[in-house]
């Protein structure tokens, strides 16, 4: 049913691509998320709660929506998108055709996010996953227990006064923080200007997030030495910077989870929360969804591939994409105060 093409996996049968990195003729995206939503095809498909993201990411974009659960007739496939858990409006895009069933992941996790509908199991033959974090070092505390950790760090700096930065990815990971801090923040947060087009469309898709202000020019000396700055690990080290001084650093990724990582990268603090499955929950996953065949896309792929070959018996493939997972976060060029790049 999905075959790998130059612009991205296809489905012949459909006569569309699952977030295809080159232009196409229709697109369906999984999730707006940089690597997964590129611009230039002629038309796009998503989840209807993922509409405001996605245009903030491809504006002009011809999108079309479907709300999750609903069954379109696209070629000769039946197609639905059901929720991935993953960032706000993410989708897993199940296809059926001549008794087949085939569902294409994306990125999905199964831990709690105030921000998005939770993770949907979906029987079928073929599962196509994720590896983002399929390795067995990589399992996550609860979120609240991270928050708590957050909370804890920030209220520490402000004794001290000095400004709190929390690096996050741009889209899903900073509106999570800011959903989670809702009920709880206990004194002022700003944003970075990066973080600003994408928090303000969770809030127009109608997300209870805690208030923020962005983080602008006259801010110097003390003015944020009290503040939790969100911002897009690609500030770090640039002029942004300056007005933040005697900063504590951290970084919020499920990449914390590895000590050398946070060494060599030398932050204050790293909190280990992370939009993707870990190990538990992508084994436990695609054993819900009763598939026979895993397909495994980017992240630690060989390694999920080979593991559940040898230890549950499955016929296991690896599909080569453009999708980076979280590690793309830590290879990305220094921006400064910049609207754009937002994964
Ligand atoms: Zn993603
Ligand atoms: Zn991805």
């Known amino acids: 049913m999905i075959v790998e093409t130059s612009a991205g996996l296809y489905c012949e049968t459909g006569g569309f691509h699952i977030d295809p990195w080159l232009p196409v003729d229709r697109a369906l995206i999984t999730h707006a998320h940089g690597d997964h939503a590129h611009a230039g095809s002629r038309a796009y498909l998503c989840a209807a709660a993922g509409e405001t993201v996605l245009r903030r990411r491809l504006p002009g974009a011809l999108i079309e929506t479907v709300r999750y659960g609903q069954r379109l007739r696209i070629g000769d496939v039946d197609v639905s998108f059901h929720p991935a858990g993953h960032v706000l409006g993410s989708a897993q895009i199940r296809m059926s055709s001549r008794g087949e069933v085939w569902v294409a992941s994306g990125d999905y996790k199964r831990a709690p996010d105030p921000t998005c509908a939770p993770f949907e199991p979906v029987r079928c033959d073929t599962f196509i996953t994720e590896a983002t974090f399929a390795l067995p ?3 996550w505390n609860s ?3 991270v928050i708590d950790e957050i909370l804890a760090w920030w209220q520490r700096n402000r004794l001290d006064e000095r400004p709190s930065v929390l690096f996050c990815y741009v889209l899903g990971k900073a509106q999570r923080i800011l959903a989670e801090l809702r009920a709880r923040a206990d004194g002022p947060i700003h944003l970075h200007g990066a973080m600003w087009a994408m928090t303000e469309a969770y809030r127009e898709a109608g997300l209870a997030l805690a208030a923020a202000d962005r983080v602008v020019e006259e801010m110097r000396g003390k003015a944020l030495a009290r503040s939790l700055v969100l911002a897009p690990l690609s ?8 007005r933040l001084p005697g900063a504590s650093d951290a970084f919020a ?3 914390m989870r590895v000590r050398g990582v946070r060494r060599q990268r030398a932050f204050d603090r790293g909190f280990v929360l992370s939009d993707h ?13 009763g598939a026979s065949r895993v ?3 980017h992240g630690w792929s060989d390694a999920l591939a080979r593991y559940l070959a040898e230890t549950r018996g499955l016929e296991t493939g690896t599909l080569r994409t453009a999708y980076e997972g979280e590690a793309g976060e830590l290879t990305a060029a220094p921006a400064d105060d910049a609207g754009g790049e937002a994964r």
């Open 277 to 289: 499955a870990d190990w538990p929950a992508l084994l436990s996953t695609i054993a819900e969804t």
């Open 235 to 242: 500030a770090r080290g640039t002029r942004w910077m300056k």
């Open 137 to 139: 070092i990589y399992s």
């Open 253 to 255: 990724s499920g990449l």
């Open 143 to 145: 979120p609240s227990a």
């Open 295 to 297: 397909l495994v896309t």
